[in-house]
């Protein structure tokens, strides 16, 4: 008599089973789409910071802030709006770029400055944009200077994950950007040399 060796059906179901609720914990546990939002958030933080760099670099270059000041005090939004997003202070002085421009780094892009006049040329190759660059949800990159040339400041105006973002007043004490930036706004990521515009 020879024996076969192999699973009965009972226990293929008690394994099926054990699987299935490991699954389900791993996934409540890890919470995907709050992974996305932390790594939407993290690019827009990448992105300020190399808007930062570029703006140092250019105002070292072109040795003034001078430079970059308007001709009133406006706010820039990298995306079509039709009424300001940037706040009372801007409620009638806000600008669209056209779609077709708006990461241009000449002057003409979302944010008004000419970086390939930079003598070394420009450190951007394009203006980045918010990863879901939506004015209409919010989640838009601006800038804003004013005409005093007394700085300017860029904005991530709205994060939305908990770890880096002051989210329905849950956050991450320890990698929370928004309260930590100096700026004045709680949700959004705020860096520049006049954090109050």
């Known amino acids: ?5 192999g699973f009965t059906l009972i226990e ?11 699954a ?18 993290s690019t827009r933080i990448s992105d300020l910071s190399t808007l930062r760099s570029a703006m140092a670099m250019y105002l070292a270059d072109q040795a003034h ?3 970059i000041k308007p001709s009133a005090t406006v706010c820039y939004m990298a995306g079509t709006a ?4 940037c706040g009372a202070a801007f409620a009638t002085n806000y600008s669209n770029p056209t779609s077709s421009t708006s990461t241009r ?3 003409t892009g979302w944010l008004p400055v000419n970086f390939a006049s930079i003598t070394s040329g420009s450190p951007l190759g394009s203006l980045p944009l918010d990863p879901v660059n939506n004015v209409a949800q919010g989640y838009f990159y601006a800038y804003a200077a004013t005409n005093t040339a007394s700085g300017f400041k860029i904005v991530a105006n709205a994060l ?5 973002g002051n989210i329905g007043g849950v956050m991450d004490a320890q990698n929370n950007v928004t309260n930590k930036d100096g700026g004045y706004s709680s949700s959004s990521y705020e860096v520049g040399t006049n954090l109050n515009l």
Do not use: C, F, H, W
């Open 1 to 5: 008599m020879t024996k076969n060796k």
């Open 12 to 22: 293929l179901l008690v394994v099926i089973a054990i699987v299935a609720v490991l």
């Open 24 to 41: 389900v914990v791993v996934i409540l546990t890890l919470s995907p789409m709050e992974l996305i939002k932390q790594a939407r958030d």
């Open 65 to 67: 802030l001078a430079d």
């Open 82 to 85: 039709t009424t300001s997003r």
């Open 105 to 107: 780094v000449d002057g």
């Open 160 to 164: 939305e994950s908990r770890k880096y």
